[in-house]
């Protein structure tokens, strides 16, 4: 189901970079991308973040089952946000951890 709707929260350089770089973990990737985008939206908590606009995945650092994810955060100023995760079972667990400079 998540690659029917990938259009949906992946802006294009995102997909071009998911279908090149991640190709061969795509489904993961994919539901690690949802994950992150999910937890920077419920950071935000003030509601209308378009997901392919707002938020921008810049990183990602992955150690075995677990990571970070460096990202930008666009609506009303630019700000870098850290968000850790784990896979565990054929899940993501992602947190936001803070900003970055």
């Not at 908590?45 to 810049?58: L, Q, W």
């Not at 666009?74 to 968000?83: F, R, S």
Request: charged share 25%.
């Amino acid at each position: 189901k998540i690659e029917k709707v990938k259009h949906k929260f992946l802006s294009i350089a995102e997909k071009e970079t998911f279908d090149t770089q991640y190709l061969m973990y795509n489904i993961q990737f994919l539901i690690l991308a949802w994950s992150v985008k999910e937890a920077i939206y419920k950071w935000y908590g003030d509601g209308e973040v378009d997901f392919r606009e707002h938020i921008h995945i810049e990183d990602i650092f992955l150690n075995g089952e677990e990571g970070i994810v460096y990202c930008s955060f666009l609506k009303d100023a630019a700000i870098k946000l850290e968000v850790h995760f784990i896979f565990f079972e054929d899940n993501c667990l992602a947190w936001l951890v803070g900003n970055f400079n």
